[in-house]
Protein backbone atom coordinates (compact mmCIF):
# COMPACT_ATOMS: atom_id res chain seq x y z
CA UNK A 1 0.00 0.00 0.00
CA UNK A 2 1.04 3.72 -1.07
CA UNK A 3 0.81 5.61 2.18
CA UNK A 4 2.76 8.70 1.53
CA UNK A 5 1.85 10.56 -1.74
CA UNK A 6 2.73 14.67 -2.35
CA UNK A 7 -0.74 15.61 -1.42
CA UNK A 8 -0.19 14.22 2.19
CA UNK A 9 3.31 14.92 2.36
CA UNK A 10 2.48 18.51 1.30
CA UNK A 11 0.05 18.47 4.54
CA UNK A 12 2.75 17.09 6.80
CA UNK A 13 5.04 19.84 5.42
CA UNK A 14 2.73 22.60 6.02
CA UNK A 15 1.44 21.11 9.39
CA UNK A 16 4.57 21.03 10.86
CA UNK A 17 6.05 23.99 9.77
CA UNK A 18 3.47 25.72 11.93
CA UNK A 19 5.31 23.87 14.96
CA UNK A 20 8.77 25.35 14.18
CA UNK A 21 9.54 27.89 11.79
CA UNK A 22 11.73 25.80 9.76
CA UNK A 23 11.49 24.29 6.35
CA UNK A 24 10.48 21.16 6.14
CA UNK A 25 10.98 18.13 3.53
CA UNK A 26 8.96 14.90 3.25
CA UNK A 27 10.21 12.09 1.04
CA UNK A 28 9.19 8.69 -0.18
CA UNK A 29 10.48 5.59 1.09
CA UNK A 30 12.68 6.13 -2.51
CA UNK A 31 14.05 9.08 -0.92
CA UNK A 32 12.50 11.55 -3.86
CA UNK A 33 11.41 14.72 -2.27
CA UNK A 34 7.49 14.94 -2.24
CA UNK A 35 6.64 17.72 -0.01
CA UNK A 36 8.73 20.85 0.74
CA UNK A 37 8.61 24.09 2.18
CA UNK A 38 10.60 25.06 -0.70
CA UNK A 39 8.64 24.14 -3.79
CA UNK A 40 11.96 24.50 -6.21
CA UNK A 41 13.42 21.13 -4.60
CA UNK A 42 10.07 18.90 -5.32
CA UNK A 43 10.73 15.71 -7.58
CA UNK A 44 14.40 15.76 -6.48
CA UNK A 45 16.42 13.13 -5.01
CA UNK A 46 17.35 13.53 -1.40
CA UNK A 47 20.56 11.49 -0.48
CA UNK A 48 20.52 12.07 3.07
CA UNK A 49 16.89 10.13 3.24
CA UNK A 50 18.03 7.41 1.10
CA UNK A 51 20.91 6.78 4.07
CA UNK A 52 17.84 6.91 6.36
CA UNK A 53 15.98 4.70 4.47
CA UNK A 54 19.13 2.15 3.93
CA UNK A 55 19.94 2.17 7.77
CA UNK A 56 16.25 2.76 9.30
CA UNK A 57 17.25 5.22 11.91
CA UNK A 58 17.52 9.15 11.78
CA UNK A 59 20.69 11.18 9.84
CA UNK A 60 22.22 14.43 10.81
CA UNK A 61 24.12 16.46 8.03
CA UNK A 62 26.29 19.54 8.72
CA UNK A 63 26.89 22.10 6.49
CA UNK A 64 30.63 20.84 5.68
CA UNK A 65 28.48 17.56 4.93
CA UNK A 66 26.01 18.70 2.20
CA UNK A 67 28.34 20.20 -0.08
CA UNK A 68 29.47 16.50 -0.79
CA UNK A 69 25.73 15.19 -1.16
CA UNK A 70 23.54 15.61 -3.34
CA UNK A 71 20.09 17.17 -3.09
CA UNK A 72 21.17 17.89 0.52
CA UNK A 73 21.37 21.05 3.23
CA UNK A 74 22.32 20.70 6.53
CA UNK A 75 19.87 19.56 8.91
CA UNK A 76 18.04 16.38 10.01
CA UNK A 77 16.40 13.85 8.79
CA UNK A 78 14.56 11.05 10.40
CA UNK A 79 12.54 8.09 9.49
CA UNK A 80 8.85 8.01 8.89
CA UNK A 81 7.62 4.75 10.63
CA UNK A 82 4.23 3.02 10.09
CA UNK A 83 2.83 -0.50 11.05
CA UNK A 84 6.83 -1.17 11.85
CA UNK A 85 8.11 -0.27 8.59
CA UNK A 86 9.98 2.87 7.41
CA UNK A 87 7.41 4.10 4.87
CA UNK A 88 9.09 7.83 4.22
CA UNK A 89 11.80 10.43 5.79
CA UNK A 90 10.83 13.92 7.23
CA UNK A 91 14.18 16.26 6.90
CA UNK A 92 14.61 19.79 9.03
CA UNK A 93 16.82 22.37 7.21
CA UNK A 94 19.07 23.86 9.40
CA UNK A 95 22.31 23.56 11.80
CA UNK A 96 21.66 20.42 13.57
CA UNK A 97 22.36 21.84 17.21
CA UNK A 98 19.93 24.69 16.88
CA UNK A 99 17.10 22.34 15.85
CA UNK A 100 17.87 18.51 17.30
CA UNK A 101 15.28 18.84 19.71
CA UNK A 102 12.40 19.56 17.33
CA UNK A 103 13.24 16.07 15.65
CA UNK A 104 11.33 14.09 17.80
CA UNK A 105 8.68 16.29 18.35
CA UNK A 106 8.54 16.66 14.17
CA UNK A 107 8.68 13.32 13.51
CA UNK A 108 5.62 12.46 15.93
CA UNK A 109 3.36 15.10 14.00
CA UNK A 110 3.78 13.56 10.59
CA UNK A 111 3.52 9.96 11.71
CA UNK A 112 0.19 10.57 13.43
CA UNK A 113 -0.52 13.09 10.48
CA UNK A 114 -0.20 10.02 8.37
CA UNK A 115 -2.02 7.51 10.92
CA UNK A 116 -4.68 9.76 10.63
CA UNK A 117 -4.84 9.87 6.89
CA UNK A 118 -4.83 6.20 6.57
CA UNK A 119 -7.63 5.83 8.97
CA UNK A 120 -10.01 8.04 6.83
CA UNK A 121 -8.41 6.55 4.26
CA UNK A 122 -9.78 3.03 5.65
CA UNK A 123 -12.96 4.33 6.75
CA UNK A 124 -14.00 5.61 3.59
CA UNK A 125 -13.47 2.56 1.55
CA UNK A 126 -15.30 0.70 4.36
CA UNK A 127 -18.42 3.11 3.59
CA UNK A 128 -18.17 2.57 -0.23
CA UNK A 129 -17.71 -0.83 0.42
CA UNK A 130 -20.64 -1.09 2.57
CA UNK A 131 -22.71 1.13 -0.16
CA UNK A 132 -21.96 -1.54 -2.83
CA UNK A 133 -22.86 -4.31 -0.56
CA UNK A 134 -26.59 -3.16 0.15
CA UNK A 135 -26.59 -1.87 -3.22
CA UNK A 136 -26.10 -5.29 -4.35
CA UNK A 137 -28.70 -6.44 -1.59
CA UNK A 138 -31.59 -4.20 -3.41
CA UNK A 139 -31.24 -6.47 -6.35
CA UNK A 140 -32.55 -9.51 -4.88
CA UNK A 141 -30.27 -12.23 -3.03
CA UNK A 142 -30.31 -14.81 -5.83
CA UNK A 143 -27.04 -13.79 -6.87
CA UNK A 144 -25.36 -13.67 -3.20
CA UNK A 145 -22.70 -15.66 -2.57
CA UNK A 146 -20.64 -16.35 0.85
CA UNK A 147 -18.11 -14.14 0.27
CA UNK A 148 -20.67 -11.31 0.17
CA UNK A 149 -22.04 -12.71 3.31
CA UNK A 150 -17.93 -12.91 4.74
CA UNK A 151 -17.77 -9.15 4.07
CA UNK A 152 -20.93 -8.13 5.40
CA UNK A 153 -19.70 -9.46 8.26
CA UNK A 154 -16.30 -8.16 8.47
CA UNK A 155 -18.17 -4.45 8.16
CA UNK A 156 -20.73 -5.65 11.32
CA UNK A 157 -23.68 -5.28 9.29
CA UNK A 158 -26.17 -7.00 10.75
CA UNK A 159 -28.93 -8.92 7.82
CA UNK A 160 -31.04 -10.37 10.55
CA UNK A 161 -32.66 -7.17 11.60
CA UNK A 162 -35.91 -6.11 10.40
CA UNK A 163 -35.82 -3.35 8.23
CA UNK A 164 -38.00 -1.74 5.29
CA UNK A 165 -36.86 0.55 2.54
CA UNK A 166 -37.30 4.12 2.68
CA UNK A 167 -36.66 6.56 -0.27
CA UNK A 168 -35.99 9.90 0.19
CA UNK A 169 -35.85 12.63 -1.78
CA UNK A 170 -34.75 16.60 -0.65
CA UNK A 171 -34.45 19.73 -2.36
CA UNK A 172 -31.06 20.38 -0.91
CA UNK A 173 -29.61 16.73 -1.25
CA UNK A 174 -26.06 17.29 1.02
CA UNK A 175 -28.05 19.12 4.05
CA UNK A 176 -30.77 16.08 3.44
CA UNK A 177 -28.10 13.22 3.47
CA UNK A 178 -25.96 14.99 6.71
CA UNK A 179 -29.44 15.64 8.39
CA UNK A 180 -30.36 11.70 7.77
CA UNK A 181 -27.38 10.41 8.56
CA UNK A 182 -26.98 11.92 11.88
CA UNK A 183 -30.43 10.94 12.77
CA UNK A 184 -30.04 6.67 11.78
CA UNK A 185 -30.07 4.44 14.47
CA UNK A 186 -27.25 2.77 15.06
CA UNK A 187 -28.77 -0.67 12.52
CA UNK A 188 -29.99 1.76 9.83
CA UNK A 189 -28.32 1.36 6.62
CA UNK A 190 -28.23 4.60 3.74
CA UNK A 191 -26.99 4.39 0.49
CA UNK A 192 -26.66 7.33 -2.29
CA UNK A 193 -28.67 7.25 -5.41
CA UNK A 194 -28.18 9.81 -8.28
CA UNK A 195 -31.81 10.69 -7.58
CA UNK A 196 -32.14 10.21 -3.88
CA UNK A 197 -31.40 8.63 -0.62
CA UNK A 198 -32.11 4.75 0.05
CA UNK A 199 -32.27 4.26 3.70
CA UNK A 200 -33.02 0.43 4.86
CA UNK A 201 -34.75 1.50 8.00
CA UNK A 202 -34.81 -0.72 11.45
CA UNK A 203 -38.24 -1.33 12.44
CA UNK A 204 -38.80 -2.00 16.23
CA UNK A 205 -42.04 -4.00 14.90
CA UNK A 206 -42.72 -6.04 12.47
CA UNK A 207 -45.96 -5.28 11.97
CA UNK A 208 -47.03 -2.89 9.81
CA UNK A 209 -49.54 -0.44 11.66
CA UNK A 210 -46.89 -0.06 14.28
CA UNK A 211 -44.13 0.62 12.22
CA UNK A 212 -46.10 2.86 10.06
CA UNK A 213 -46.41 4.90 13.01
CA UNK A 214 -42.98 4.82 14.26
CA UNK A 215 -42.02 5.89 10.45
CA UNK A 216 -44.47 9.16 10.78
CA UNK A 217 -43.00 10.10 14.35
CA UNK A 218 -39.41 9.42 12.43
CA UNK A 219 -40.48 11.51 9.74
CA UNK A 220 -41.82 14.52 11.81
CA UNK A 221 -38.59 14.90 13.46
CA UNK A 222 -36.76 15.02 10.74
CA UNK A 223 -38.76 17.48 8.97
CA UNK A 224 -40.38 19.75 11.39
CA UNK A 225 -37.51 20.21 14.09
CA UNK A 226 -34.73 19.87 11.82
CA UNK A 227 -36.11 22.18 9.14
CA UNK A 228 -35.15 19.98 6.25
CA UNK A 229 -37.57 19.52 3.27
CA UNK A 230 -37.98 16.28 2.49
CA UNK A 231 -40.35 13.72 0.87
CA UNK A 232 -40.70 10.03 2.27
CA UNK A 233 -41.68 6.97 0.25
CA UNK A 234 -41.96 3.89 2.00
CA UNK A 235 -42.43 0.47 1.17
CA UNK A 236 -43.46 -2.24 3.50
CA UNK A 237 -42.20 -4.96 5.70
CA UNK A 238 -41.15 -8.12 4.18
CA UNK A 239 -39.84 -11.29 6.24
CA UNK A 240 -36.55 -12.77 5.59
CA UNK A 241 -33.47 -11.16 3.70
CA UNK A 242 -35.23 -11.07 0.20
CA UNK A 243 -37.63 -9.18 1.17
CA UNK A 244 -35.34 -6.07 1.17
CA UNK A 245 -35.67 -5.84 -2.45
CA UNK A 246 -39.25 -5.97 -2.77
CA UNK A 247 -39.49 -3.38 -0.33
CA UNK A 248 -37.35 -1.43 -2.45
CA UNK A 249 -39.40 -1.72 -5.16
CA UNK A 250 -42.41 -0.84 -3.62
CA UNK A 251 -40.93 2.51 -2.29
CA UNK A 252 -39.63 3.56 -5.54
CA UNK A 253 -42.92 2.87 -7.46
CA UNK A 254 -44.27 4.65 -4.13
CA UNK A 255 -42.24 7.56 -4.62
CA UNK A 256 -43.34 7.83 -8.55
CA UNK A 257 -47.02 7.67 -8.13
CA UNK A 258 -47.40 9.40 -4.99
CA UNK A 259 -45.75 12.56 -6.07
CA UNK A 260 -48.20 12.56 -9.08
CA UNK A 261 -51.02 11.66 -7.02
CA UNK A 262 -50.28 13.95 -3.69
CA UNK A 263 -47.74 16.68 -4.59
CA UNK A 264 -48.64 18.42 -1.24
CA UNK A 265 -47.94 15.43 1.07
CA UNK A 266 -44.44 14.65 2.64
CA UNK A 267 -44.71 11.29 3.55
CA UNK A 268 -46.09 8.31 1.18
CA UNK A 269 -46.73 4.41 2.17
CA UNK A 270 -47.47 1.84 -0.23
CA UNK A 271 -50.12 0.53 1.49
CA UNK A 272 -52.08 3.85 0.30
CA UNK A 273 -50.92 3.46 -3.48
CA UNK A 274 -51.47 -0.21 -4.12
CA UNK A 275 -53.75 0.55 -6.90
CA UNK A 276 -51.81 3.28 -8.70
CA UNK A 277 -48.78 1.38 -8.19
CA UNK A 278 -49.95 -1.60 -9.96
CA UNK A 279 -51.17 0.51 -12.58
CA UNK A 280 -47.42 2.06 -12.99
CA UNK A 281 -46.45 -1.28 -13.32
CA UNK A 282 -49.34 -2.67 -15.77
CA UNK A 283 -47.74 0.55 -17.81
CA UNK A 284 -44.20 -0.47 -17.47
CA UNK A 285 -45.47 -3.95 -19.14
CA UNK A 286 -47.44 -2.15 -21.57
CA UNK A 287 -50.13 -3.49 -20.97
CA UNK A 288 -52.07 -0.17 -19.25
CA UNK A 289 -53.25 0.92 -22.93
CA UNK A 290 -55.93 -1.45 -22.56
CA UNK A 291 -58.02 1.15 -20.17
CA UNK A 292 -59.52 3.35 -22.06
CA UNK A 293 -59.14 7.15 -20.91
CA UNK A 294 -62.58 8.31 -19.87
CA UNK A 295 -60.69 11.06 -17.50
CA UNK A 296 -59.04 12.48 -21.00
CA UNK A 297 -62.43 12.65 -22.62
CA UNK A 298 -63.82 14.15 -19.34
CA UNK A 299 -61.40 16.73 -19.93
CA UNK A 300 -62.46 17.35 -23.35
CA UNK A 301 -65.45 17.56 -23.00
CA UNK A 302 -65.38 19.76 -19.40
CA UNK A 303 -64.85 23.39 -20.34
CA UNK A 304 -65.37 24.90 -17.56
CA UNK A 305 -63.82 21.68 -15.27
CA UNK A 306 -66.71 21.48 -12.99
CA UNK A 307 -67.16 17.74 -13.76
CA UNK A 308 -64.23 16.91 -13.11
CA UNK A 309 -64.10 18.45 -10.05
CA UNK A 310 -67.08 16.66 -9.07
CA UNK A 311 -65.42 13.02 -9.72
CA UNK A 312 -62.46 13.85 -8.26
CA UNK A 313 -64.14 14.62 -5.28
CA UNK A 314 -66.58 11.91 -5.99
CA UNK A 315 -63.91 9.34 -5.22
CA UNK A 316 -62.34 11.25 -2.62
CA UNK A 317 -64.99 11.45 -0.63
CA UNK A 318 -66.25 8.02 -1.56
CA UNK A 319 -69.40 8.34 -3.27
CA UNK A 320 -70.68 10.19 0.17
CA UNK A 321 -73.40 13.00 -0.99
CA UNK A 322 -73.57 14.94 2.20
CA UNK A 323 -69.93 15.62 1.75
CA UNK A 324 -69.50 15.81 -1.63
CA UNK A 325 -72.34 18.41 -2.12
CA UNK A 326 -70.59 20.20 1.20
CA UNK A 327 -67.20 20.10 -0.35
CA UNK A 328 -68.04 21.37 -3.43
CA UNK A 329 -71.02 23.85 -2.26
CA UNK A 330 -74.03 22.92 -4.54
CA UNK A 331 -76.91 21.23 -3.78
CA UNK A 332 -78.09 17.51 -4.16
CA UNK A 333 -79.85 18.25 -7.41
CA UNK A 334 -76.69 20.01 -9.08
CA UNK A 335 -74.24 16.49 -7.85
CA UNK A 336 -77.61 14.23 -9.70
CA UNK A 337 -77.36 16.87 -13.02
CA UNK A 338 -73.23 16.67 -12.91
CA UNK A 339 -73.07 12.66 -12.30
CA UNK A 340 -75.63 12.44 -14.72
CA UNK A 341 -73.65 14.15 -17.18
CA UNK A 342 -70.21 12.35 -16.32
CA UNK A 343 -72.57 9.14 -17.63
CA UNK A 344 -73.38 10.86 -20.97
CA UNK A 345 -70.12 11.76 -21.91
CA UNK A 346 -67.74 8.27 -20.24
CA UNK A 347 -70.52 6.21 -20.79
CA UNK A 348 -70.02 4.73 -17.40
CA UNK A 349 -72.01 5.67 -14.19
CA UNK A 350 -69.77 6.50 -10.93
CA UNK A 351 -72.60 5.60 -8.54
CA UNK A 352 -71.80 1.92 -9.91
CA UNK A 353 -69.00 0.71 -8.64
CA UNK A 354 -67.63 -1.16 -11.47
CA UNK A 355 -67.74 2.21 -13.54
CA UNK A 356 -66.53 4.06 -10.52
CA UNK A 357 -63.62 1.58 -10.29
CA UNK A 358 -62.69 2.15 -14.19
CA UNK A 359 -63.06 5.69 -13.88
CA UNK A 360 -60.85 5.70 -10.66
CA UNK A 361 -58.28 3.70 -12.76
CA UNK A 362 -58.74 6.06 -15.77
CA UNK A 363 -57.73 9.25 -13.10
CA UNK A 364 -54.45 7.46 -12.20
CA UNK A 365 -53.39 6.50 -15.44
CA UNK A 366 -53.56 10.21 -16.43
CA UNK A 367 -51.79 12.10 -13.38
CA UNK A 368 -48.86 8.78 -13.68
CA UNK A 369 -48.23 10.20 -17.12
Not at 77 to 98: K, S
Not at 246 to 275: C, H, M, N, Q, W
Amino acid sequence: MKFLDKSLAQEIVDRTMKIIKRNINVMNDKGVIIGSGDPTRIDSIHEGALHVIENQKEFEIEEHDAKGLHGVKAGINLPINFNNQVVGVIGITGAPEEIRNYGELVKMAAEMILQQAVLIDQMQWDERLKEELISQLLHGTENLNSHYFERVRRLGINLDIPRLAVILTAKDRAKGFKTIRDRLDKEDLLVMHPDYLILLKKVTSQNVTRARIELEKWAETVGKYLGVHCKLSIGNYHPELKGIADSYREAVLTSFVGKRIDPVKTIYFYDDYKIPVLLARAKNLGIGEELLNYYQLLQQNDKKGELVETLLTFIEENGDVHSITGKLFIHRNTLRYRLDKITEITGKDPRKIKDLLELYLSVIQELIK
